[in-house]
């Protein structure tokens, strides 16, 4: 191989050995990207199965509010179709002692599974704002029952804390209001039972109300403990015609304990009521969703399902959503999050390693080679001046150098023998055509 050919080659070698450097280097970063799409893909998978975890557990949530809200709903329709409420009078002075009996059981009843506060019995003209001309005292309900409030029992009970608990006067105000309210309401669209059909009554509320039970409000005088909403479901006369309503106050508090510990609401938004769970969480940062009944496009979860209630004004719907950032903090997604990052690491990590190692061949043995090679065949075409490099590097490419100097001297003192040689041969001949020179003048 001549010198230009040898360099071609050299620079060939080189040129190859980078391509294969910057092969490494995309291999590295081409397999992390695919080994992080992999890991995205389990990533996605895994919020994918606890969003279906969520709504599972959003649908169990519901479940419980909507059975809750059932049994109140039920058991007022039952008393509303008793044919004692139904023949009722303003004052329910016709009420026989079975259909008391049958009315207390049925309170009973709401109040163990549900802890409804009051169950009252309206009469279709009922208006707070006007005297009874009876009683001439202000009109109140036909029919109230309130005996088993937890509080109106415990303030006196041996078993209470003998902190001394100050009574705090019962306000019914709002209460009465909203029923001459749901009243109107009725008078207009369900007159009649004939406005309905079977079993399905209307069951209808309105916004949240102070109520009249203070068993917890005696203790913080916070309003919210005494808070409330008024439930209702209309009777109708043997006639057909309204007759009133039978209706069920029941605390927020209470609502709230079917609610999950946070994240989660109840809310109707025709009423514009709205009922948190003790945390309320997500609720608070998705507000302007969960006043609308509706879930929050802006995080991964959030869902707003409606209970199955006869409700002619809108919509009972349990709204809960959990933050972004709950995903990410599972032990299943932190574990996933640590492979991904560092099966990436390691795969750039690879390709760097394979990039730097086919550098440093190139630059550690493949360019000496080539320099030393070309040095030999400098030295092997008469140029035994060239420089040999790498004479001083240990291993074979410093062996090689130095031998490739012994050969450069060899071809030196070999040079160097030929022109000394080649100089002695012209001094011999000029003396011998001197001494021809001279014989032929000594003849002549």
Same mark, same amino acid.
């Not at 994918?48 to 039920?74: G, K, P, W």
């Not at 049925?106 to 279709?124: A, D, G, H, K, R």
């Not at 560092?342 to 990590?349: D, K, T």
């Given at each position: ?48 199965? $606890? ?5 599972? $557990? ?20 039952? %008393? ?22 049958? #009315? ?6 709401? &109040? ?97 109300? #102070? ?24 009777? /109708? ?26 994240? =989660? ?33 802006? #995080?991964? /979860? ?13 919509? &009972?719907?349990? &709204? ?10 599972? !032990? ?12 990436? #690491? ?13 550098? %440093? ?8 080679? /080539? ?29 090689? =150098? ?6 450069? !001297? ?35």
């Amino acid at each position: 191989m001549d010198r230009a050919s040898h360099i071609i080659s050299a620079k060939y070698s080189i040129r190859v050995l980078r391509s294969l450097a910057v092969f490494f280097v995309v291999s590295g970063l081409s397999s992390a990207y695919f080994l992080y799409t992999y890991m995205e893909h389990d990533h996605q998978t895994m919020i994918q199965n $606890q969003l279906d975890r969520e709504h599972d $557990q959003t649908s169990e949530n519901t479940r419980s509010v909507n059975s809750a809200f059932s049994q109140i709903y039920q058991n007022l329709r039952t %008393l509303s179709m008793l044919p004692e409420v139904r023949s009722l009078d303003r004052h329910a002075t016709n009420l026989g002692a079975g259909g008391k009996e049958a #009315i207390q059981q049925i309170y009973n009843n709401l &109040w163990t599974n549900v802890q409804v506060s009051e169950i009252y019995f309206v009469p279709e003209n009922f208006d707070p704002t006007k005297d009874d001309p009876e009683t001439k005292a202000k009109e109140v309900p036909a029919l109230m029952l309130d005996q088993l409030i937890t509080g109106k029992e415990d303030v006196n009970s041996a078993s209470a804390d003998t902190t001394e608990i100050k009574e705090q006067p019962e306000i019914e105000t709002e209460e009465y209001a909203l029923l001459f309210k749901q009243l109107a309401f009725l008078h207009e669209k369900y007159p009649d039972n004939r406005s309905f059909s079977g079993l399905s009554a209307p069951f209808i509320s309105g916004p949240v109300v #102070i109520t009249c039970d203070n068993s917890e409000f005696n203790k913080t005088l916070k309003d919210r403990d005494r808070q409330g909403v008024v439930l209702s479901v209309p009777y /109708y006369k043997p006639d057909g015609k309204l007759g009133g309503v039978v209706t069920a106050v029941v605390r927020l508090n209470v609502i709230m304990r079917y609610l999950p510990e946070g994240d =989660s609401a109840l809310v109707n938004p025709a009423y514009g009521t709205l009922i948190s769970s003790k945390d309320p969480g997500q609720v608070t940062a998705s507000m302007s969703y969960v006043v609308k009944g509706a879930a929050d496009p802006g #995080i991964l /979860y959030s869902e707003a399902l409606k209970l199955t209630l006869p409700s002619p004004q809108g919509d &009972w719907i349990f &709204w809960r959503g959990k933050p972004n950032a709950y995903f990410e903090e599972t !032990d299943e997604a932190r574990a996933i999050v640590r492979q991904e990052a560092i099966g990436v #690491i390691l795969a750039l990590l690879a390709g760097a390693v394979a990039a730097a190692i086919t550098l %440093l061949i190139e630059l550690r043995y493949i360019r000496p080679a /080539y320099g030393i090679t070309a040095s030999l065949l400098a030295i092997a075409e008469g140029e035994v001046d060239a420089d040999v490099p790498h004479a001083e590097s240990r291993g074979i490419l410093g062996d090689i =150098s130095r031998a490739a100097l012994v050969f450069r !001297d060899n071809m030196r003192a070999l040079g160097q023998a030929r022109k000394d040689d080649e100089r002695n041969r012209i001094e011999a001949t000029r003396i011998q055509e001197e001494i021809r020179h001279k014989a032929e003048a000594e003849a002549d």
